[in-house]
């Protein structure tokens, strides 16, 4: 169960950078990629969840980064 939620988080990161311009999308992927593949091999339950609650909390953050990005471009305009 705990795999299937990393892949969606995952996941949801991979979505969420879209948005963004490449290199900097090249740099979250790459980051993303690293975090992930650093803790693959993680079997303790807890520091999983703990993880996994860090990296909504980071994604969160991002998002909320990119929206408030986004809103102060079309206040520019």
Do not use: C, P
Not at 10 to 34: C, H, M, P, Q, W
Request: glycine share 4%; no cysteine.
């Amino acid at each position: 169960m705990l795999k299937v939620e990393a892949r969606r988080l995952y996941r949801d990161v991979l979505r969420s950078i879209k948005r963004l311009d490449n290199d900097t999308a090249a740099g979250v992927r790459e980051a993303a990629r690293t975090q992930f593949a650093d803790h693959a091999n993680e079997t303790d339950v807890e520091r999983i969840r703990i993880l996994l609650v860090d990296g909504q909390h980071s994604l969160k953050q991002m998002k909320a980064l990119i929206s408030g990005s986004n809103a102060s471009l079309r206040r520019r305009r």
